[in-house]
């Protein structure tokens, strides 16, 4: 934010510049130190300056530069802005369809990190949709009896023209008509019926642990550092 802390740290060093050239029995002397500058960097590492000049004595002739000396002090601006990163994609969610053609989303967080002190905001979208279950429905059985449905063994169909046994619901197999059979299969992570659970490529799943992995290690050094060094 505005009029952040600027942490004075480590009285750098005093730099002469210029050279004093012919200036022989110096009766004059320094004046007063002008103020400091305000620190040269608005974020991170910077300097204040503040300087003083020689005003020769009576004696003395006149210089043609002004003789100044410079003295130097590092600064720190803290509120770094940050831009925002987006997360890793999270999973799909469920295909709006098991079959005939649906719709599926995942989504992502602007928090890896978040922006802050201004900085900018993550760019591309949060939502991430595609097409899923492009296989053709089954067809209703012609003059299917529904009266042959025992609702403790047999699934019934969401469009109620068919029944299945109870056996083929969630077994990635679609038996139902509108595909009913295979759908709300992952409730809050657990499954129904006999989907074994597995997790995109365990490739893919072991790459992105390490890479959470050493996120976390290298952001927790990069505050050490942070710390230690205010
Ligand atoms: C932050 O984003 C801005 C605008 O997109 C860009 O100009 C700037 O270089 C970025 N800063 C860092 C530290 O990545
Ligand atoms: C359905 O089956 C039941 C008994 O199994 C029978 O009584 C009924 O007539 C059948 N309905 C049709 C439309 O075939
Ligand atoms: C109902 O379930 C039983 C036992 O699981 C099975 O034998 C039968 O074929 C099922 N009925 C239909 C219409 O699928």
Known sequence: MEGAMKLTLIPAFFVLCCCLQGVAQSRGGWGEWGEFSGCSKSCGMGLRTRMRSWYPGENEPAMEEPFTNTEQFTCYEVDCPQNGTWSMWGMWGECTAACGGGQRKRHRDCNNPPPANGGAKCKGEKFDE?????????ETPPNFNMSKCDPKKNFTCKNNA??????????????CSDGSDEMGCFKRGYKIGHVHFSRGTASGDR?????????VLVSTWYIKVFI???
């Open 130 to 138: 595609e097409d899923c279950g492009p296989e053709p429905c089954p």
């Open 162 to 175: 068919m029944c299945t046994d109870s056996l083929h619901r969630c077994d990635q197999k679609v038996q």
């Open 207 to 215: 790459m992105s642990s390490v890479l959470a992995v050493l996120t």
């Open 228 to 230: 230690d060094y205010r």
